[in-house]
């Protein structure tokens, strides 16, 4: 199956700066890589997504990036601010295939 | 609000007994998603369901089973609880049965076992 790695597992940074989460994908065949949002005790919130036959998508300050060929994917958030801060979980999944596999998160603290 | 919701918000039991956790899905999605996450752990997959037939497994305990119903929601059932199945139980549901599918969580529902 699938295995997803996600680093760091905890990311600090100054409101203004950039955070950059990478994730890790072992199967060749996955072709749909989420992010989501999870703040305290709420759901994950889907919030910026790319398929396989793209390379980058922005969203405002949000940007995925994904390299095929050495199978990872990075979140950027540029100009960060403190409703920045949540966890951060990347996921994996094949059209194929039924199952998300999930990173096990990163935790962003921006500071004020 | 992301249209998927559960029953109940919170649940506080006992170990041993036999709990039910309700999930609908979005309007016109045919797929359900369980998760399991435990305090600082990530998405733990548990099943899959498909207009009303399981498609996928993951981690599920013998303990726990799952299934949908005709108007697609779904109830999780967890049985002879124990401490370590205190957590937070989402579920998901996309429109199709394709990993390639967005999911859509609810709300989660807060389970603890004492």
């Known amino acids: 199956g699938e295995n997803v790695e996600q680093h760091p597992s905890t990311l600090s940074v100054q409101e203004g700066d950039s955070a950059v989460i990478k994730c890790t994908y072992s199967d060749s065949a996955s072709n749909y890589f989420p992010w989501y949002k999870q703040e305290l005790g709420k759901r994950p919130q889907l919030i910026i997504d790319?398929?396989?036959?793209?390379g980058e998508k922005k969203d405002q300050r949000i940007a995925v990036t994904l390299n095929k060929t050495a199978k990872h994917f990075s979140l950027h958030i540029t100009e960060t601010q403190p409703e920045d801060s949540a966890v951060y979980f990347c996921?994996?999944?094949?059209?194929?295939?039924?199952?998300?596999?999930f990173g096990t998160g990163t935790s962003l603290t921006v500071i004020p | 609000d992301s249209g998927v919701t559960q029953t109940p918000k919170h649940l506080i039991t006992a170990t041993g007994q036999r709990v039910t956790l309700r999930c609908s899905p979005r309007s016109g999605d045919l797929s359900v998603y369980w998760y399991q996450q435990s305090l600082d752990q990530g998405l733990q997959f548990l099943i899959q369901?498909?207009?009303?037939?399981?498609?996928a497994k993951g981690n599920i305990l013998e303990r726990f089973s799952a299934q949908q119903f005709p108007d697609l929601h779904s109830e999780l059932n967890l049985s002879s609880l124990e401490l370590g199945d205190s957590a937070l139980y989402f579920c998901?549901?996309?429109?199709?049965?394709?990993?390639?599918?967005?999911?859509?969580f609810g709300p989660g529902t807060r389970l603890l076992v004492l």
């Open positions: 998901a549901s996309s429109v199709a049965s394709g990993g390639g599918e967005t999911q859509y």
């Open positions: 369901y498909y207009n009303g037939e399981e498609r």
């Open positions: 996921a994996a999944t094949a059209n194929t295939g039924n199952q998300f596999y």
């Open positions: 790319i398929r396989s036959n793209v």
